[in-house]
């Protein structure tokens, strides 16, 4: 699962747009889709039902996460 964070300079918490996502100006948040979600308990749950679906898929594709990190690793190292 692709992802990227963002670090917050001391302060960023206050300023209006970050309230605007999480309205008690606490970290951590994770947006994806433009939705918004707070948490720390929340954000976790989600990860593992990302992670149990993707499970889901690659057992349906007759894959096996190993396998998928394999093939992965296999076409980044095309090129080089
Ligand atoms: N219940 C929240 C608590 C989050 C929390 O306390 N975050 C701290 C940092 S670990 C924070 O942002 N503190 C700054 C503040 O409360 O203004 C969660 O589990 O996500």
Redesign the pocket.
Known sequence: MPYRTRLLELGD?DKPEYRALQP?????ILEEDGRVL????AIVLHIGELAASLCLLLKSLGMTSRRAHQSDDRRKGEGQ
């Open positions: 918490q008690f100006g606490q970290v951590p707070f948490e720390s308990g």
